[in-house]
Structures are given as C-alpha cells and as structure tokens.
C-alpha cells in the first residue's frame, strides 16, 4: 500500500440528492441545477424521474446555489457541502 491508498480521494465526490413536489406530489421531468451567482446558467443539471428524484454528484466541498425549475415555477436553496458529503434537499414548487 502506498501513502496516496491510505488517503482516500476526496475531491469532487460530493454529491446532491433529492426530490422536487408539488402540492405534496413527486414532479417528474422538473430541472435541478447548480447555478452561478445571480445567472441562469447551470454548471450542472439534471431532470427529475418519475418519482420526482434527481442526483448531482461529482461535486468539491463548498458552497452551492440550487435552482429547481418547471415552467415558471421555480424554487431556490443554497447548501454546504463537506468534502465527499452527500446532501439531500426538498424543493417544493
């Protein structure tokens, strides 16, 4: 074993898990995306499944703004991530 396997690779293994709803109802197809400053540019995005799920992985620790989106709904969240943590966020449309 070298000194680089008794270090496990943190970086860019955080990841961002979670549902978007609706009236307490799963909306599938609804885009999630990490978004810079005050833009609508997304870094990264994924599209809800059936069950309203989504996951954004591959993320470095830091400080995340969040944008769920379906139509002109939209809801906003910001979260902390720890180096190889694993978040899970509610957005409510």
């Known amino acids: 074993m070298t000194a680089s396997d008794a270090v496990p690779n943190t970086s860019r293994d955080g990841t961002v898990v979670g549902r978007v709803l609706l009236n307490g109802r799963a909306v599938p197809e609804a885009t999630v995306m990490i978004v810079e400053g005050h833009t609508s540019h997304p870094d990264l995005a994924a599209l809800t499944d059936d069950h309203g799920g989504f996951v954004l992985g591959g993320l470095d620790a830091g ?6 989106r379906l139509g002109d709904r939209v809801a906003r969240r910001s979260v902390e991530l720890a180096a190889g943590e694993h978040v899970t966020v509610t957005f409510t449309l």
């Open 63 to 68: 400080w995340y703004n969040l944008e769920a």
